[in-house]
């Protein structure tokens, strides 16, 4: 039998002031599963990630794929301000970066480069320099950064955050496009419906809710409580209909 | 043009090499040698008309090194005993030491020019990579490499805040302002340093451990040595015949 994707038990973690920010969090997610954690600003949802990822230790049991999560595990984490995470001269070195440190040999690398620039639609920006792409090619870039050292589970935190209509968009058809087990951090339901069956609610360090995403969208006074939203509400809604 | 071509011309590591060669014999001349002085400014014009650079932009760029060297240099012509000079009945100025300051300031600049010139015609990356291939210890190019990006995200940085500042009627009057340009620098080091973990963090995500990957394992070639050893002779000949 093969180890969930993701399994947590009472994993509990606080900042170094001492701010609880994870309460005992319960969570198991299938190989193959696309999950949406929503929640407040606050809830502890990037703090999950983080752990998950590595980059933190919390209190309790975590296992990403039956393993202890170490940094360059088979997660790959996409930031939420995507430009801390292209640090070299031009997006080549910067997809490069990952398959270089996995000990790949030059030809490898650069058709694992191509495969996750054309995944991503950035054929063609290979010598561009990160800071000239806009927000959305930035974060397809540091998407494609993370695909390309071929992770099993792909973790985006607020991957939607900042981007207009197309890029959006753009970066939708992305995320739906990966094969493995999907973990979307987001407040954007809209969106995050779009490339998720499961949605776990996250609010004050603890799991208030898990399900199908589209039976707890439907829970309005659900959505409502724990600072959610999903359905059109706007003035001008009545005249774009 | 061979010290322009990124592929079929020098090696970076060659053109390093050879800048430190002339900064070499630039340094070792002595000041009253004008005609060696003569034939450095003038190689160095020659190569960067090859190269399509502007002369005035390296000659801008090369001085500004000069009120650095100068002010270092400028007690010399006070203090340097020997023959002096009178200039107007009330100032005595050290021959020796006018030469020597005049030395300082030919020198800085020519070799300010130089390296303004490898600057200007080697692209950042293969500067790096030319280090690599000349053998320099990994964890110091390392280091200039990450030096460099990181000083665009300082830059960004302070670019943000600066703006956040004017946005709330910041002019940035020196003396009215000293406290709240204490509170930027304050704040830039800051945010940089939190900047900086964060880079950190998406490099360990991606197997960082400590060594930048991909270091060149290019060596210099036939055409690099062939430069770098008819350019010994030359600088030679330069230096004891000028």
């Not at chain 2, 500004?64 to 002010?71: D, E, K, N, T």
């Not at chain 2, 000293?178 to 509170?183: D, K, N």
């Not at chain 2, 690099?224 to 000028?242: E, G, K, S, T, Y």
């Amino acid at each position: 039998m093969t180890a969930p994707a993701i399994e947590i038990r009472g994993l509990a973690y606080a900042y170094p002031d001492g701010t609880s920010a994870l309460k005992g969090v319960d969570l198991t997610i299938e190989n193959g599963e696309a999950v949406c954690l929503a929640g407040p600003n606050g809830a502890g949802k990037s703090t999950l990630l983080n752990i998950l990822a590595g980059l933190v230790i919390g209190k309790g049991t975590t296992l990403v794929e039956g393993l202890t999560p170490k940094a360059n595990s088979s997660l790959g984490l996409v930031f939420q301000h995507s430009e801390d995470q292209l640090f070299c001269a031009t997006v080549y070195e910067d997809v490069a970066f990952g398959p270089r440190n996995q000990g790949l040999r030059d030809e490898e690398i650069a058709e694992r480069v191509q495969q996750a620039l054309a995944a991503t639609g950035l054929t063609g920006y290979e010598t561009r320099g990160a800071h000239r792409l806009s927000g959305g090619e930035m974060k397809r870039a540091a998407i494609a950064a993370v695909l390309a050292s071929a992770p099993g589970i792909l973790a985006l935190d607020e991957p939607w955050a900042g981007l207009d209509a197309r890029g959006a968009a753009a970066l939708t058809e992305v995320v739906w496009g990966f094969d493995g087990t999907r973990i979307v951090s987001s407040h954007d339901l809209y969106r995050a419906a779009e490339v998720c069956d499961r949605l776990v609610i996250l609010d004050k360090g603890v799991v208030v809710a898990d399900g199908p995403m589209g039976e707890l969208l439907s829970d309005g006074d659900l959505l409502n409580k724990h600072g959610l939203e999903f359905g059109l509400r706007c003035r001008f809604c009545q005249l774009s209909r | 043009m061979i010290w322009e071509e990124r592929e079929q011309g020098l090696d970076a590591g060659a053109k390093i090499l050879l800048t430190m060669l002339f900064a070499l014999a630039v340094v070792s001349t002595p000041p009253a040698s004008l005609a060696a002085f003569a034939a450095y400014g003038g190689t160095l014009a020659w190569i960067s008309a090859l190269c399509g650079v502007s002369f005035r932009g390296m000659f801008f760029k090369a001085a500004a090194v000069l009120p650095f060297s100068c002010v270092a240099a400028l007690w010399l012509p006070f203090a340097k005993g020997g023959e002096s000079i009178e200039i107007g009945g009330i100032l005595a100025l050290s021959r020796p030491g006018l030469w020597i300051f005049a030395g300082v300031a030919m020198k800085s600049f020519t070799c300010a020019a130089a390296l303004s010139l490898l600057m200007i015609t080697t692209p950042f990356e293969r500067l790096t990579a030319g280090l690599y291939s000349l053998r320099c210890p990994a964890i110091i190019v390392d280091m200039l490499a990450m030096t460099h990006r990181f000083l665009y995200l300082l830059a960004d940085e302070g670019r943000a805040l600066l703006r956040a500042a004017r946005s709330r009627g910041y002019r940035g009057r020196w003396l009215k302002d000293a406290l709240l340009i204490g509170r930027l620098i304050g704040s830039l080091f800051m945010r940089s340093l939190e900047r900086a973990e964060r880079v950190a963090d998406a490099m360990r995500l991606r197997g960082f451990e400590g060594e930048m990957p991909g270091h060149s394992k290019r060596s210099l070639g036939v055409l690099d040595w062939c430069a770098v050893l008819a350019a010994i002779p030359a600088l030679i000949a330069v230096r004891l015949w000028l």
